[in-house]
């Protein structure tokens, strides 16, 4: 099984400001089955990226997924109020498996 | 627009079993797969297994092989998952996801369905 790590676990931020998510793998993820999906209280997970690097439809252009191999991030641009969410990353290979998520919290 | 739509909270005594139930709209049914994924309270996700809705092959995870069957009925556009000898660890809400293939992220998700685990 691929262990996903996260970190932070917790990212205090004021809107405005950089968000940059880790997300590093127990080994390789195969032809980049890397996603990432934000999930906010009561509702269920949404795709922001698949692919390692490319955007969900209708996702905006100030998110935005980079890495390959074991190491890959999540950036957020600039926070926007609705952004504050818990972040999970996803190696999606025969047998997914999820990040413990990280926590974006307004500062 | 793509939709899937889950059956209502559930409330079980430890060994039973619950059916969860996930209908789609908005889409060819047949040409997609659906994945179900656990969140017990205040944890994380976990992936629990993934059924063609073409020709129902399934793929489950090691942890619950014996315990889960999903199934489809292309009929009606509705996936199902049943867990069996059910405890108090299965705690969670359950949810569905739209999933190409085996291999593929998750799309679309169902709004969840809480199933309690309670004597």
């Known amino acids: 099984e691929i262990v996903l790590t996260q970190s932070p676990g917790t990212l205090s931020l004021s809107p405005g400001e950089r968000a940059t998510l880790s997300c590093r793998a127990s080994?390789?993820?195969?032809?980049?089955?890397l996603a990432w999906y934000q999930q906010k209280p009561g509702q269920a997970p949404r795709l922001l990226i698949y692919?390692?690097?490319s955007r969900a439809t209708g996702i905006p252009d100030r998110f935005s997924g980079s890495g390959s191999g074991t190491d890959f991030t999540l950036t957020i641009s600039r926070l926007e109020p609705e952004d504050f969410a818990v972040y999970y990353c996803?190696?999606?290979?025969?047998?997914?498996?999820f990040g413990q998520g990280t926590k974006v919290e307004i500062k | 627009q793509v939709q899937l739509v889950q059956s209502g909270a559930e409330v079980k005594k430890p060994g039973a079993s619950v059916k969860v139930s996930c209908k789609a709209s908005?889409?060819?049914?047949?040409?997609?797969?659906i994945s179900w994924v656990r969140q017990a309270p205040g944890q994380g996700l976990e992936w629990m297994g993934w059924?063609?809705?073409?020709?129902?092959?399934?793929n489950y995870a090691q942890k619950l092989q014996g315990r889960v069957t999903m199934t489809t009925d292309t009929s009606t556009s509705t996936a199902y998952m049943e867990l069996r000898s059910l405890r108090s660890d299965d705690t969670a809400v359950y949810y569905c996801?739209?999933?190409?293939?085996?291999?593929?992220?998750?799309?679309?998700w169902g709004q969840g369905t809480l199933v309690t685990v309670s004597s």
């Open positions: 996801a739209r999933t190409y293939s085996s291999g593929q992220p998750f799309d679309y």
């Open positions: 908005g889409y060819t049914f047949t040409s997609y797969g």
């Open positions: 059924i063609s809705a073409y020709n129902g092959n399934t």
């Open positions: 080994q390789s993820v195969s032809s980049s089955y």
């Open positions: 692919g390692a690097s």
């Open positions: 996803q190696q999606y290979g025969s047998s997914p498996t």
